[in-house]
């Protein structure tokens, strides 16, 4: 059947774009929390917390008879749980109360950039010229949008931290990707919401990682809300949605491709942050993000082409 062959891509690309714009919305629940007096470590471990309670019962229902595939899964569940969830959020919720949410969104969208030095400087093999030429226009983004402009320049911790985010955006793909353990796209994602959980609320605990939260409302587009409002934004939309809707269009389109398609995301965060925050970027800044998404995406293009060239037959 043609038609549901070209169907599949058409259904990633869309639950990739969806996945793309309710993750952007994330960066504008925590910032109104952490203006209302939160911590950045109670309102990731909040957000984690309450969206791994959302999935338990789907995670247990569909994994029934099957916890054999978990067992075996044990890795890529432990690699999701701490860098594609916990590291990454506890980092991104750090990174926004030092710079604008789109601009930490922006940073984090680095990722292929960073894991591309890594595995360099790990096998010493040198990456596809194509590849080394959008690493350095992203590195040139970077610079762009932490520059001096009419807002200023970016403060260094928002930008380690948004890098250290890097990192797990990498990994969230990575391990989103893969299907071989044969465990569907919730319950996968429950399972790693609850690692991160259990590692976030642990830092908690021990006093590791400061909790802090107010009841004091939480400004979003001019509008004083509870913070409950917020918080459940936060975990219905911007976690539960956009980590099931990100894995099942990794599984559909690959994670190179599903990737390229979550590159929307930044764009997203803009787009929120100058409607519910009223606030604007710089032109060097814009500048700046164009590069990175232009760099980023050269970065991927570059490992596609290699990746082909060392198929074809000798």
Known sequence: MPGASRAIP???????????ASFALSGIFASALLDAGWSAG????TRITLAALVLAAPTVLAL???????????RPILLFGLLAVAGCQLAFFLAVQFIPPSLALLIEFMGPVV????????TRVAPAGLTLVGAAVAVLGLVAISGSGSGGALHPLGIAFALVAAIGNAAY?????????GIPPIPFVGLGLAVGAVVLGLASATGLLPFAVTGNPAVIAGAELPPAVAVAGMVLISTVLSYVLGVAASRRLGATVASFTGYSEAMFGIVWTI????VVPTRVQWLGAALI??????????????ARGSQRPG
């Open 10 to 20: 058409v259904t990633g690309f869309l639950l990739a774009v969806g996945s793309a």
């Open 42 to 45: 109670a309102a990731a471990t």
């Open 64 to 74: 029934r008879g099957q916890w054999n595939l978990v067992r075996a899964a044990w």
């Open 115 to 122: 894991l591309m030095l890594w595995l360099w400087s790990r």
């Open 173 to 181: 793909y990575a391990a989103g990707a893969n299907s071989d353990h």
């Open 275 to 278: 409607v519910l925050l009223a």
């Open 293 to 306: 998404i232009a760099g980023v995406v050269a970065v991927k293009a570059g490992e596609i082409l290699r």
